[in-house]
């Protein structure tokens, strides 16, 4: 086996989990060498950096990318794939709010707190206005963990207000 694959090898399942594609779909990369793998006995296993180096080309997928990102600990980069995303989409709700999340986990709170208002304030489906609610019980949850009280308690005036 490559010693540099020996280094960032997963799991095709692990690899799935990260990436969101398939196990076949990554075995089927692996095979075709679009992303660096092996078969051992009857599994597959693939080379990490390999994996996300494929998704960043992904222009499709590059939400997940950061995702994959994060979930790997590497949230500088998640950050700027969903600030390159964000460029093109500034009110996408799912955008602003992994930007949040990330701000948030980084213990930034005032950037958290932008880009949640970005993603509560950005056009909203009828459909989604629990997941709204959801949202907004999410900021002040990140509020009162970095003892934010006063903005907590408007965020909670304002969610009082949009109750059903």
């Known amino acids: ?9 997963i799991s095709t399942r692990n690899a799935s989990e990260l990436s969101g594609y398939s196990s076949d779909y990554l075995a ?19 080379d990490k950096n390999s994996l996300l180096t494929f998704m960043e080309g992904q222009g499709k997928r590059k939400q997940e990318l950061a995702r994959a990102l994060a979930l ?8 700027r794939a969903l600030l390159t995303l964000r460029e093109t989409a500034p ?9 949040a999340r990330l701000a948030a986990d980084g ?9 949640y208002h970005n993603a509560l304030y950005a056009p909203w489906r ?9 949202v907004r ?6 509020l ?21």
């Not at 086996?1 to 090898?9: G, Y």
């Not at 089927?28 to 693939?46: C, D, H, N, P």
């Not at 213990?107 to 880009?115: I, P």
């Not at 019980?137 to 990140?142: A, G, K, N, T, Y």
């Open 144 to 164: 009162l963990a970095h003892e934010r009280v006063a903005p907590a308690l408007s965020e909670l005036l304002v969610l009082s207000a949009n109750l059903p």
């Open 137 to 142: 019980i999410e900021l002040v949850d990140v």
């Open 107 to 115: 213990g930034d709170v005032t950037t958290a707190s932008r880009y």
């Open 28 to 46: 089927r990369l692996a095979r075709s060498g679009k992303i660096k793998g092996e078969q051992v006995g009857r599994t597959w296993v693939v």
């Open 126 to 134: 009828d459909d989604q206005a629990a997941a709204r609610r959801a």
């Open 1 to 9: 086996m490559d010693p540099l694959l020996e280094k960032n090898i």
């Open 91 to 99: 009110e996408d709700v799912g955008i602003n709010l992994a930007l």
């Open 72 to 79: 790997d600990g590497q949230n500088d980069a998640a950050r």
